[in-house]
Structures are given as C-alpha cells and as structure tokens.
C-alpha cells in the first residue's frame, strides 16, 4: 500500500481537529487522516498509521518522565497526565494560555487522547502555536499540574521547560 502520508496538508488536518465537534465532514477527514499508512512499519510488524506517528511523537515530546522507549507510543494515562501541564507562553490564570482549556478538552479519555495529540503537534507544526512562535516568541510550555490549586510558594517553584521543533515542518 503506497504512504500518501507526507501529502498530508497539516493546516487542513488542523482545522479538521478543531472543528471536530461540530462538523461531520471534520471527523471523516480527520479519521481518513489518522488512518493513512505512513510507509513505515511498527515494531510489532504492522503498518504504522499517522495515529501511530503522532502517538510516538507525543510520547518523545512530552512522556519523558513516563520511561516510554523511543518508538513506544502515547496510551491515554501518557496523555492524560501531561494534558493539563501545557501551556502557551507563562503560566498563570488565563484560560486562553492553557492549551487543553483553550481547545476545551474536559476530559482525556479513550475516545479523545488521540486527538488531543494530534491536535498538540498539528498545533506546532502549522496552527495559530506555530503562527506566535514565529511572530510573537510563544512557545508551548510543560509545567506542573493543576495551576488553579497551586499554591503561589508551588507556583514560583513549578519546573519548566520549553518544547520546539524543527523548523520547515520537518519530522
């Protein structure tokens, strides 16, 4: 089976993700995308898919804490964990600067962590994230959990780190 994978248009993919909810014709395309072979094969023997390429790349962008191997993918607790600990510029009360508030995921679950993965990386790679990185100097950033029950002593101490990717959308 031939990848059409790389002609992928991630804008388009993008767009598809954050309208999922109210648009049929978003899901259909967003489900054609996540099931498109890449051309590569799994460690297990079985064709990898974008979902699978998106898994692997949220996991090595953000689980290293989870000891997840190179290669291993995301599950639900991966994504789950790390959902409410990103956000775009600095911290603080601002729902619009708290990635999974500002794209309104309550819940990571079975249904969604996929998703939501995609939607982090399309994000980067070609969305409004993208867009302030380059002009504004945005970034995504991994903090602590939880800010609204953060005490200001865990604030001012919260570990973070910035995450970037190649420029030119390179994978």
């Known amino acids: 089976m031939a990848s059409i994978a790389k002609d992928i248009d991630v804008r388009e993919f993008y767009n598809a993700i954050v309208n999922f909810d109210e648009s049929e014709e978003a899901q259909e395309f967003y489900y054609k995308v996540m099931d498109t072979p890449t051309g590569r094969k799994n460690k297990s023997g079985s064709d990898e898919t974008v979902r699978d390429r998106v898994l692997k790349a949220y996991a090595m962008l953000f689980c290293e804490e ?29 729902p619009e600067h708290w990635y999974r ?45 939880d800010p609204l029950h953060m005490t200001a ?9 910035s995450i970037t990717l190649p420029t030119g959308g390179a994978q």
């Open 101 to 145: 508030m500002k794209y309104h995921f309550p819940v990571i679950d079975d249904d969604n962590y996929d998703r939501f993965a995609a939607l982090v990386l399309a994000d980067m790679n070609s969305g409004p994230l993208h867009d302030a990185a380059l002009n504004d100097g945005d970034t995504l950033v991994v903090g602590e959990a």
């Open 66 to 94: 989870a000891g997840l191997e190179p290669g291993e993918k995301a599950g639900v607790d991966e994504v789950a964990d790390t959902a409410d600990r990103l956000y775009i510029g600095g911290a603080g009360y601002d």
């Open 153 to 161: 002593q865990q604030r001012q101490n919260q570990k973070v780190k």
